[in-house]
């Protein structure tokens, strides 16, 4: 691997706006830039009728107005959806966006990303197909996107239909077959729960040739112990603390 295939920055705003905005919003992504961020990640999935939206959970009701399953609703309905009000009434009537609205935000700002694949249940191939052809059209004048994802099969056919996008796999406990995993991937990195990585995991991985990203840190001295071990990237909820200059 050269250094070329890791365009990257070391920190990474997670869900757009951390914990100073709704999470997967336009709104989020505005705050992690004017915070000076270089990237952001965030959550996509798929409507029913087939439109790319940023939503992190399976169900709605965390995060906005609606309820039930989001990838059974269409695009019209999901729409109409308050997004912003739950975070804070600074934050009322902000939308579930597209990906297409945040690739625009992105060309705007100058920001990395890394999309993660969020299927919904029995969509993960179609989900994974559906993103990656979508990343290389909507990123064509941008640095290329990170797609990661917990699940194998969206991974596998975003690497069938757009295999010239980097991928990363998720992975929220050590796996000792974490290698033939991203072999089989053909992944540039991997993406794992911080809590679960020290010094000699991270040597591993790092000896296998395999950049890596780990989440959620928010804890400074954690994410200069972690960069000092060789992390390459901390996606964090505090923005403010853990800035694009943070070292």
């Not at 709704?22 to 965030?42: R, S, V, Y």
């Not at 919904?120 to 990343?135: C, I, K, M, S």
């Amino acid at each position: 691997m050269t250094d070329n295939a890791w365009p990257y920055p070391a920190i990474v705003a997670h869900r757009g706006g951390g914990k100073l905005a709704p999470e997967n919003t336009l709104a989020g992504i505005d705050t992690g830039a004017e915070l000076g961020h270089k990237m952001i990640e965030f959550d996509v999935k798929l409507s029913s009728d087939g439109e790319i939206f940023l939503l992190h959970d399976d169900t709605l009701d965390r995060t906005s107005n609606g309820w039930g399953i989001a990838g059974l609703l269409p695009w019209e309905k999901l729409l109409q959806l308050d997004a912003g009000g739950w975070f804070g009434n600074d934050f009322a009537g902000e939308r579930l966006p597209l990906l297409s609205q945040v690739a625009q935000r992105c060309a705007g700002y100058s920001l990395m990303a890394n999309i993660e694949i969020k299927p919904t249940t029995g969509l993960e191939a179609e989900t994974g197909r559906v993103v990656a052809l979508a990343a290389r059209e909507l990123w064509q004048n941008q640095p290329a996107p990170l797609l990661s994802s917990f699940s194998v099969i969206a991974l596998e056919a975003a690497m069938q239909a757009a295999p010239e996008l980097p991928r990363g796999l998720l992975l929220h406990e050590w796996h000792d077959d974490w290698q033939q995993m991203t072999d089989r991937l053909a992944c540039v990195s991997v993406h794992f729960n911080h809590k679960v990585l020290n010094q000699e995991r991270i040597s591993q991985l790092k000896a296998a040739g395999l950049r890596i990203l780990v989440y959620t840190v928010n804890s400074p001295a954690r994410a200069r112990e972690l960069l000092a071990w060789g992390v390459d990237a901390i996606c964090t909820d505090r923005i403010d603390i853990i800035g694009p200059d943070f070292s």
